[in-house]
């Protein structure tokens, strides 16, 4: 009869391995990646998408009456407005995908679920432009320096850093 040949692998032990070592690496992977990293991450770039939608919204809609839209962050809450005053309950706005109804328009923290480390008011103009304060065409300040915006939740930190003149969000 034949030999056997002893060189090589058999399929029933390959199929051994690639179990053993799918096991070991999703064991690792599931170690290294935290919910609070996750969630993290995840608020930052909510309140992201929402800076982005404010300055779009002030390029898509600017007219005379409101010709700026931003977005304020103040203690544990922020909220988007259109117009010159952010703390004028009429001017705020909903933003998409913040169904919030305990806070009507504002996002708080623990539907973030992070903490906003600072308190800060940034408003775009019609072409997108970041300002630290606009009460019209020639009383306004430029955003001067890139305005850092710091989420903690879980012991980490994550940034949303807005560039002065072009207002990118990052």
Same mark, same amino acid.
């Given at each position: 009869? #034949? /030999?056997?040949?002893?060189? %090589?692998?058999?399929?029933?032990?390959? +199929?051994?391995?690639?179990?053993?070592?799918?096991?070991? @690496?999703?064991?690792?992977?599931?170690?290294?990646?935290?919910?609070?990293?996750?969630?993290?991450? $995840?608020?930052?770039?909510?309140?992201? $998408?929402?800076?982005?939608?404010?300055?779009?919204?002030?390029?898509?809609?600017?007219?005379?009456?409101? =010709? !700026?839209?931003? !977005?304020?962050? @103040? %203690?544990?809450?922020?909220?988007?407005?259109?117009?010159?005053?952010?703390?004028?309950?009429?001017?705020?706005?909903?933003? =998409?995908?913040?169904?919030?109804? @305990? @806070?009507?328009?504002? +996002?708080?923290?623990?539907?973030?679920? /992070?903490?906003?480390?600072?308190?800060?008011?940034?408003?775009?103009? #019609?072409?997108?432009?970041?300002?630290?304060?606009?009460? #019209?065409?020639?009383?306004?300040?430029?955003?001067?320096?890139?305005?850092?915006?710091?989420?903690?939740?879980?012991?980490?930190?994550?940034?949303?850093?807005?560039? =002065?003149?072009?207002?990118?969000?990052?």
């Amino acid at each position: 009869m #034949g /030999a056997r040949r002893t060189a %090589g692998f058999t399929i029933v032990e390959m +199929i051994v391995v690639l179990l053993l070592m799918s096991i070991l @690496a999703a064991t690792v992977l599931g170690r290294s990646v935290t919910t609070a990293e996750v969630n993290l991450s $995840s608020a930052a770039d909510k309140v992201r $998408s929402q800076i982005r939608y404010a300055q779009s919204m002030a390029m898509k809609t600017a007219h005379p009456e409101a =010709p !700026v839209w931003g !977005v304020k962050f @103040a %203690g544990a809450e922020y909220w988007v407005f259109r117009g010159t005053d952010p703390d004028r309950a009429a001017n705020e706005r909903r933003v =998409p995908g913040g169904d919030y109804p @305990a @806070a009507g328009n504002r +996002i708080r923290e623990e539907d973030l679920k /992070a903490e906003i480390v600072e308190n800060a008011v940034v408003f775009f103009d #019609g072409v997108g432009r970041p300002f630290t304060s606009y009460a #019209g065409e020639t009383n306004n300040t430029p955003l001067a320096a890139p305005l850092t915006l710091t989420l903690r939740a879980g012991g980490q930190t994550a940034t949303v850093r807005i560039e =002065p003149e072009t207002g990118l969000v990052r």
